[in-house]
Nanobody
Framework: QVQLVESGGGLVQAGGSLRLSCAASRLTSSIHAMGWFRQSPGKDREFVSATSWNSDSTFYADIVKGRFTISRDNAKNTVYLQMNGLKPEDTAVYYC?????????????????????WGQGAQVTVSS
């Protein structure tokens, strides 16, 4: 079992920046990808970004490309999401997810079903 703990959420004005962190509770040698999703009231959980844990592959939803950057620190078992140019529509609870199954294809890492573990979520609120 892998426990994921997000941090770094908060309130920011439009145009501002935040960095989310997600720390895994144990060695991630069995993890093949980690991702970020978000969910706002009345909407389905949507993919934001993902990274392979063992290569340089990264993936982004079109709506965040050029504004958000995902990175990882394998030594710290931590994945980050740097969010710049935030907009009010980015307001949501952001969830970190980890995939233990191998073969993290682009299709798999872009969908909630492609992950095995989830964090508790971090609220991000962007005011206009």
């Amino acid at each position: 079992q892998v426990q994921l703990v997000e941090s770094g959420g908060g309130l920011v004005q439009a145009g501002g920046s935040l960095r989310l962190s997600c720390a895994a509770s144990r060695l991630t040698s069995s993890i093949h990808a980690m991702g970020w999703f978000r969910q706002s009231p009345g909407k389905d959980r949507e993919f934001v970004s993902a990274t392979s844990w063992n290569s340089d592959s990264t993936f982004y939803a079109d709506i965040v490309k050029g504004r958000f950057t995902i990175s990882r620190d394998n030594a710290k078992n931590t994945v980050y999401l740097q969010m710049n140019g935030l907009k009010p529509e980015d307001t949501a609870v952001y969830y970190c997810a980890a995939r233990e199954r191998p073969n993290p294809t682009a299709r798999a890492v872009g969908a909630a079903w492609g992950y095995d573990y989830w964090g508790q979520g971090a609220q991000v609120t962007v005011s206009s």
